[in-house]
């Protein structure tokens, strides 16, 4: 009977441990399978994107060239071409291949050379840069230094706030949207919740209309707008706000795209931090995707924002008072809005722009980590390059037309 016992045992064990192996490859298939999918997304795009044009034809030919030369190169190693003497025989190939040594030595060597010793300083200073990051994280997380909240006991406390949704065709989102800014805790009478339109779709505008004029019925503030002249893109919907006469009534502005859902006490967490801190212009809560276990490329983004924030927004906030505004699930101080300028269109990271004009005028900003808002991550490789280009193509242009303010701004005098 033991001996039976045992065999049975051994035998579910291994059973149990091929369901296991099992359960890994089909893991394992599954990431390779989103790999490629991802990698034909890329090239579909890359080729679709840039068919027609001369700069993807100039780096296609250039490869090819690369490529061209390398394989002559390696024949040339293998039949031992450059330990020939030069008075031998030489055949056409060998001879041409003695001329490109020459100019490579003489002409390419040089400028390869300097490209990697810059490319050398570049990573120095981003290793600096990180390891710099990190040593703040290790006092922040030694000392236990984060903002302190102030609770508002007095209802007279409460500030006049204004709460912007910018959107444009998001149909999918809108609902949960508008459903979580207008469940938000604070005091009906001062808050007010702008739904800002810039879709084109009628059906769509139609049913924005009907959705805030439910949660009117409840007794919520709020209005919708829709640009007749849709210029400037976000920054142009979000400064035609901020023109409304009833405008200069609020303190406060916080902003939340389309596809953030805040916390009810979301407000509770950040304007008391206001209080007693006139320099404050900006307060920046922390991102969570709702989605980040939905596949490879989501998991990925959430590791990437993981430092962004943990890192990169907190330890500069602390230390510098100063880190570009993500855009949304942040509150502004409109007077700071106003200080620097308002909104511009005038390149596609308005929220890096202001951030920037802001902080050059004197204005600090704090960054919470455990106020976290909830979001969803681009789950697609053609949301993610969108969202990509929209956040990497700016930030030259923006040093471009801010580097004069940069050099005469009263807070490189202070530093």
């Keep these: 009977m033991t001996f039976k016992s045992t065999d049975k045992s051994f035998k579910k064990n291994a059973k149990q441990l091929t369901w296991v192996f099992l359960l890994k490859a089909q893991y394992a298939m599954k990431c390779i399978g989103l790999i490629a999918k991802a990698l034909c997304s890329v090239i579909n795009a890359i080729e679709n994107q840039f068919k027609e044009n001369f700069l993807f034809k100039f780096i296609r030919g250039f490869l090819v060239l690369c490529f061209v030369l390398l394989s002559f190169d390696m024949v040339a190693y293998w039949n031992g071409w450059q330990f020939l003497e030069t008075t031998e025989t030489q055949g056409w190939m060998h001879s041409a291949y003695l001329y490109w040594i020459f100019f490579r030595a003489n002409y390419i060597a040089y400028p390869v050379q300097c490209i990697s010793n810059f490319c050398i300083i570049l990573f120095i200073i981003q290793s600096v840069d990180k390891l710099a990051l990190c040593i703040g994280w290790f006092w922040i997380k030694f000392r236990d230094i984060k903002p302190r909240l102030q609770d508002f006991s007095l209802s007279e406390e409460y500030p006049m706030v204004l709460v912007q949704i910018p959107m444009c065709n998001e149909k999918e989102v809108y609902k949960q949207s508008i459903s979580a800014v207008c469940q938000l805790d604070w005091p009906k009478d001062r808050l007010l919740i702008q739904v800002l339109d810039d879709s084109d779709d009628d059906m769509l505008m139609l049913l924005l209309k009907e959705e ?181 193509s700016g930030p030259m242009n923006l040093f471009r037309l801010c580097l004069a303010d940069v050099t005469t701004s009263k807070v490189r005098r202070v530093l």
């Design 212 to 392: 805030v004029s439910k949660w009117r019925k409840f007794g919520t503030k709020i209005i919708y707008h829709n640009r007749l002249v849709r210029t400037g893109y976000k920054a142009g919907n979000l400064q035609s706000a901020m023109r409304y006469d009833y405008v200069k009534n609020y303190e406060f502005v916080a902003i939340l795209y389309a596809d953030f859902q805040p916390s009810p006490d979301f407000l509770k967490q950040t304007i008391p931090h206001f209080k007693g801190n006139p320099e404050l212009g900006l307060v920046q809560a922390r991102w969570k995707f709702v989605n980040k276990d939905e596949n490879l490329m989501t998991q990925l983004q959430n590791i990437n924002m993981c430092f962004h924030f943990e890192m990169e927004q907190q330890v500069n906030g602390v230390f510098l008072n100063f880190f570009g505004f993500n855009g949304t699930a942040g509150v502004w101080r409109i007077k700071a809005l106003e200080d620097s300028g308002g909104w511009l269109d005038r390149t596609t990271v308005e929220d890096m722009d202001i951030a920037v004009r802001a902080h050059l005028n004197g204005w600090k900003f704090m960054f919470l980590n455990d106020v976290k808002v909830l979001c969803e991550a681009p789950a697609s490789y053609e949301a993610y390059r969108k969202q990509q280009y929209h956040w990497h």
